[in-house]
């Protein structure tokens, strides 16, 4: 089972906090897919492809020959982080709406840039009592953003 300290281990990236991470797979080197189902929630982004993946599910990590032009980006949220929120009992609303196949456009790819970009603002921030509180509302507004992408299509 896939963890986010394994993903982080495999990718070559710093575990900021042990229930969320930033997926910036740019510039791994992974010589081989890796092809493992995970215990958390991830909203995967290609350029041309938006998905939820739930705990479970296969996540893929593309060796670095696979991985498209458009990059491979997104967030990484374990269930833990959602106890006791809105969002714990509204995530699999997400599952549907938060799935596309579509090229995406340049103001598309900045608005899930800037989303993740509030996430990786925060994880920066140490660790304190409103840190799951403010992480939550972003993944919100992350998961809200490509609903509005993949329902426009």
């Keep these: 089972m ?29 010589d081989a897919d890796i092809n493992k189902p995970c215990n958390f929630y991830a909203l995967v982004c290609n350029g041309e492809k938006l998905r939820l993946i739930i705990p479970g599910e296969t996540f893929r990590i593309p060796a670095a020959k696979n991985k498209r032009e458009f990059g491979y980006t997104g967030g990484l949220f374990h269930p833990d982080l959602l106890c006791d929120t809105p969002l714990e009992t509204d995530i699999m609303s997400y599952r549907c709406r938060c799935n596309c196949h579509k090229k995406l456009c340049d103001n598309e790819k900045k608005s899930i840039h800037d989303c993740i970009g509030l996430i990786a603002h925060e994880l920066k921030h ?15 507004l992350l998961l809200n953003c490509c609903t509005r992408i993949c329902c426009n299509n």
């Design 2 to 30: 896939m963890t986010i300290n394994t993903f982080n281990k495999l990718t070559g990236q710093e575990t900021l906090h042990p229930l969320v991470c930033i997926a910036d797979l740019t510039k791994d080197k992974l």
């Design 126 to 140: 140490s660790i304190d009592r409103y840190s799951s509180t403010i992480i939550v509302s972003q993944i919100k």
